[in-house]
């Protein structure tokens, strides 16, 4: 039987944020954002506002909406509802999309203001202020899932970094607090509070690689690694620390070579800095990194050049580099006509 996390487990999980309040929490209506929602309830009465993303992929999609309006009113907690039309493009995943829309969809409704036509509230609508920060239900399993996904790409650090506990995108901060909880303890934790969810029936559905995880290699995991949550979870934290190191290299490699980089400033780099100061630059640029392929072939062209007109012109992300006298510049789509001479 799994241990249901002793009294106060997850409330001192939430417990331990400090947040800047009122407080956002996602809530789909499933076990883990419930169980979030009615922890910082209890630690901060009167200052959280559940927001909800509708995705419309499902007949169930409008019940979940429901269920959480019913939860949120029980609780007296402020609903905002979003709905996204979560369709991928040609070469992304259905998941990916999805994932892309709901981030976006939070950070709208986080930004919406009481009373707006956009917001959907159940229960008191005096919170007020903006919301700044929102917590997201997360847990042991899904940082799980999320390092062998990662691990079935050939990922790098950062995606062996997996989900970090608290980062900041769209000008919010984003917390993950019940990281350390596995999902079926969460759940039973709930049953002991009396509280009800629902089940995204696409669960079980292992079409999806998550799932296949989910209810294949994890029960596997826990028969020969009784600990692989906690051992796993070092790990990634291990990858965190290194990526961070990284992260502040390429920062100071890039203060030398400038942005967009100079080449004879990049060759004067051991290849393995060149490539981590170019992944942080393109990153920015393209909002992704390069494939690996695509980074190997610009430090390719990058050691070649050693004449002026040595051309560099590649595709990395969603544009294209080129060198541009001296410097190495990204352009998106078509690159920018030359000046007549």
């Known amino acids: ?41 209890r630690r901060w009465p009167g200052q959280v506002v559940a927001l ?3 995705h419309g ?11 959480c309006q ?40 986080a930004a919406q203001t009481p009373g707006s036509l956009e917001t959907s509230l159940a229960g008191p609508s005096d919170v007020s202020g903006a919301i700044r920060d929102i917590v997201l239900g ?18 790098g650090l950062p995606g062996l970094a997996a ?27 709930l049953r002991a509070q009396g509280e009800c969810w629902v089940d995204d029936p696409t669960n079980a559905d292992v079409r999806y690689t998550r799932n296949r995880i989910r209810r294949q290699l994890l029960p596997v995991l826990a028969e020969t690694f009784p600990q692989f949550r906690e051992t796993f ?11 961070q190191m990284l992260a502040d290299l390429a920062r100071a490699d890039l203060a030398d070579t400038g942005v967009p980089p100079r080449i004879a400033a990049l060759q004067r780099l051991p290849r393995a800095r060149q490539a981590n100061a170019l992944r942080a630059w393109l990153a920015l640029e393209a909002g992704r990194p390069p494939s690996a392929r695509q980074l190997d072939e610009l430090l390719d062209q990058i050691a070649a050049c050693t004449t002026r007109g040595h051309r560099i012109h590649l595709k990395a992300g969603s544009g294209q580099v080129l060198r541009e006298g001296d410097t190495l510049h990204w352009y998106n789509g078509a690159p920018l006509p030359k000046p007549p001479r």
């Open 70 to 109: 019913a939860l949120c009113a029980r609780h007296g907690v402020p609903l905002r509802v979003g709905r996204i039309d979560a369709t991928h493009s040609p070469g992304e995943s259905p998941e990916e999309a999805a994932r892309r829309g709901r981030y976006r969809a939070l950070a709208a409704l």
């Open 138 to 155: 997360h847990h042991a399993d899904d940082q799980v899932e999320t390092l062998l996904l990662a691990l079935s790409r050939g990922a």
């Open 57 to 67: 992929l499902q007949a169930a999609a409008e019940d979940f909406e429901q269920h």
């Open 1 to 41: 039987m799994r241990p249901v996390p002793p009294p106060g487990r997850i409330e001192s999980a939430v417990g331990a944020l400090s947040p800047r309040l009122p407080l956002g929490v996602a809530l789909s209506g499933g076990a883990d954002s419930t169980a979030l929602l009615v922890a910082c309830v």
């Open 52 to 54: 909800h993303v509708n």
């Open 163 to 189: 989900m970090p506990p608290v980062a900041e995108r769209d000008g919010l901060r984003w917390y993950r607090p019940l990281l350390e909880l596995p999902g079926g303890a969460i759940r039973d934790w």
């Open 233 to 243: 979870a070092r790990s990634v934290r291990h990858a965190a620390e290194a990526q």
